[in-house]
């Protein structure tokens, strides 16, 4: 049996180490302009157009600051901080300009040079005409659980602040999605305001940029997370040099195996993520990927919830070509990939499909409903067959097959998950649905096969389907 060769540990006091890092460590504070709409009390009154034109009605404009932190990695003034430190609060606001506060009290007024705000990272310049200190990014990939760090920030605006803690977790999916869903967890305080501030290893080495906190009340409950410096530092990098940041996109909609959508799959729910829809004309649907798929690996990499397809897909560069290793209705089978370049974030808001959208639940008559017994019992549905002209009032073609849902018991765990009333079932477990005996006999395959769930494919307002693990009762 090896012998464990135990790491440095906690010092008795953190005093040098602070002492030789924290000056490197900046407040940062933002000036910013925001149009407001002022309400007319008159408004409605007879007195409206007597006093709308005085000030009474229309935008004005008020100041706001934002408070957060950032650290020095050249001597020539290069800030890092999170994007969101030096954002715009809001649509209506803009950024006037940028303070970095230097622990001395020192004031610098900071050019934006890049900004990402994929991964929530942002880069700064101040012109101090001299050298100023500063910190060096460590290796995060080294970093375990348990291990020491020191976090230095500005919480509240109060000012410089050291905490310190363990590592809780590595690699922490908050499950919030996005290519850089990936932190590293620590049980340090870290609050409103230590946002952009530096996480150190025992060597006085940034190992992650400190980011979020899990709160109920807003202050630290030990749950902060940073983004790791084996992430960081590449964009910022980049940032710095003033080069474009390229990241690989596939154009699908994913979603994590959860223990409902692998019952109702058959298979694991700690490997794989399920391709819930496929971007036309995207690299995936080149590919061959298909909606319902699950992915298993990529370029030889499993696909993790530590390791995401997202994640694994952003960072490859554009233009690779790589296999993917996928489950089609049981079967495995693989498929080449071309990465293409990712869209902006503003450009990804309108592709797919929105759970949320609105429909109006009357818009179709309420024949009798059918299907009244397994289905209805096990699913917590009730269905109706589609005609043309049920279709059609449902925002779906002519040509759509399927069954519609008339009637959901919202204790029914298909009730938990959102399934409505006017909602289409076009299939389930891969099965075409026409019928309400079409979904019966799903069912009852299903628990044949000793499945606990079925995975119904439900089309909303003429949306694209997407796919919905419902449990048996």
Do not use: C
Request: glycine fraction near 12%; avoid cysteine.
């Amino acid at each position: 049996m090896s012998r464990v060769v135990p790491r440095t540990g906690a010092p008795a006091s953190f005093a040098d180490l602070t002492e030789q890092l924290a000056p490197a460590v900046v407040n940062i504070s933002t000036r910013q302009r925001v149009q407001v709409q002022q309400n007319n009390p008159f408004a409605g009154t007879p007195f409206a157009d007597l006093f709308g034109g005085q000030g009474q009605g229309g935008p004005q404009t008020r100041q706001a600051q934002s408070l957060g932190s950032g650290f020095i990695v050249s001597a020539d003034g290069y800030v890092v901080t999170n994007n969101h430190v030096i954002s715009a609060g809001s649509r209506n606001a803009e950024v006037e300009s940028i303070t970095v506060t230097m622990p001395d009290g020192t004031e610098y007024p900071a050019k934006l040079v890049g900004k990402d705000a994929q991964s929530d990272l942002a880069v700064l310049k101040v012109n101090a005409n001299k050298s100023l200190p500063f910190v060096k990014f460590g290796d995060s990939g080294n970093a375990r659980v348990g291990d020491w760090i020191v976090a230095i920030g500005n919480p509240f605006g109060l000012g410089g602040t050291v905490t310190s803690g363990i590592i809780s977790a590595v690699y922490r999916n908050t499950g919030a999605g996005g290519a850089y869903d990936r932190y590293l967890q620590t049980d340090a305080a870290i609050n409103r305001g230590n946002s952009g501030g530096p996480m150190f290893d025992m060597n006085g080495q940034v190992i992650g940029i400190n980011n979020a906190i899990f709160s109920p009340s807003g202050g630290s409950v030990g749950i902060g997370f940073a983004i790791p410096a084996e992430t960081a530092a590449p964009i910022v990098q980049k940032l710095i040099k003033g080069e474009t940041i390229e990241r690989g996109y596939l154009g699908v909609r994913i979603q994590p195996i959860n223990e409902d959508l692998a019952d109702s799959l058959g298979i694991a729910h700690n490997k794989g993520e399920f391709i819930q829809s496929v971007e036309p004309g995207g690299a995936a649907a080149k590919a061959g990927i298909q909606a319902g798929d699950v992915v298993t690996k990529v370029d030889g990499k499993e696909v993790t919830r530590e390791q995401s397809l997202s994640f694994l897909v952003a960072n490859t560069a554009p233009g690779t070509r790589i296999p993917i290793e996928l489950i089609r209705n049981g079967k495995r089978l693989s498929v080449n990939a071309t990465v293409e370049q990712r869209p902006s974030e503003d450009e990804l808001a309108d592709q797919f499909f929105d759970p949320d959208a609105e429909q109006d639940e009357d818009q179709f008559s309420n024949p009798q409903p059918q299907g009244e017994g397994l289905a209805e019992e096990a699913l917590g549905v009730s269905v109706i067959p589609l005609t043309p002209q049920i279709a059609r009032q449902l925002g779906a073609s002519d040509a759509t097959k399927g069954v519609v849902v008339s009637a959901v018991d919202p204790s029914s765990d298909a009730g938990q998950k959102g399934l409505r009333r006017g909602d289409i079932i076009l299939s389930a477990n891969y099965q075409d649905v026409d019928t309400p005996d079409g979904l019966e006999n799903a069912v009852k395959s299903a628990r044949s096969a000793g499945r606990d769930a079925v995975l119904l494919r439900v089309q909303r307002r003429g949306q694209p389907a997407i796919y919905v693990p419902v449990r048996l009762r």
